[in-house]
């Protein structure tokens, strides 16, 4: 069936650096992407959303990127912090449905110090 | 302002007995969304309210799963003779207006002996 899913579940990254998580999904009918942010024990974080009417959409120290010839979108975090770790999953759907979203399994930020 | 709570934050049962979970939502939300995660994977959908009523069901595993939501706001997601496959984090959304962001509360964790 439709679904997302993401390139790396892992990623280690220096504080400081810049991280990009990488998300590709399946569904050519999504208009909707949104990325979570989950620290465990916690449930999903909204961090950022972008619809496909627009490329790129930035907001505070995240750019979110959206490319639909390929079907892929990406989040970019500027000068990754410790407080920054956590599972990033993206998320789509399709706008006049019934907006549920489909998750992919997410990836793990790791920031080393 | 408060945002989604779910109660109780973690429930311990046996196999065969009857759960509920309960999930408030945001003031003012009419959309209602139920969420179930399994370890290592990003949510899936289980249903959805509109007001008082289930706009989508799709999602329930099978008719062992029930949720209300009689008054419009608060919901109880209700499960019937659990079986060990049921232990998962429910997760509860709710946003404004369906095509709204979503925003989740921390999760219930069920566990089925």
């Known amino acids: 069936g439709e679904s997302v899913g993401l390139h790396l579940p892992t990623l280690s990254v220096q504080e400081g650096d810049n991280s990009i998580i990488n998300c590709a999904y399946s569904?050519?009918?999504?208009?909707?992407f949104i990325w979570y942010k989950q620290e465990s024990g916690k449930g999903p974080q909204f961090i950022i959303d972008i619809r496909s009417n627009m490329d790129k959409r930035q907001g505070q120290r995240v750019t979110v990127l959206l490319n639909k010839t390929v079907k892929h979108l990406s989040l970019q975090i500027a000068a990754t912090q410790p407080g920054d770790s956590a599972v990033y999953f993206c998320?789509?759907?399709?706008?006049?449905?019934?907006?549920?979203?489909?998750f992919g399994t997410g990836t793990r930020l790791q920031v080393t110090l | 302002g408060a945002g989604v709570s779910q109660t109780p934050s973690n429930k311990v049962t046996e196999k065969g007995k009857y759960v509920e979970l309960r999930c408030d939502p945001i003031s003012g939300h009419t959309a209602l969304y139920w969420y179930r995660q399994s370890l290592g994977q990003g949510p899936e959908f289980l249903i959805y309210f509109q007001g008082t009523g289930a706009a989508d069901d799709s999602g329930l595993p099978n008719d062992r799963f029930f949720a209300v939501r009689p008054e419009g706001s608060v919901s109880t997601l209700k499960i019937q003779r659990t079986e060990r496959g049921d232990s998962a984090v429910y997760l509860c959304?709710?946003?404004?207006?369906?095509?709204?962001?979503?925003?989740f509360g921390p999760g219930t964790r069920l566990t089925v002996l």
């Open positions: 998320a789509e759907t399709r706008t006049g449905t019934a907006s549920k979203l489909t």
């Open positions: 959304a709710s946003s404004r207006q369906v095509t709204d962001t979503q925003y």
């Open positions: 569904n050519s009918a999504s208009d909707y």
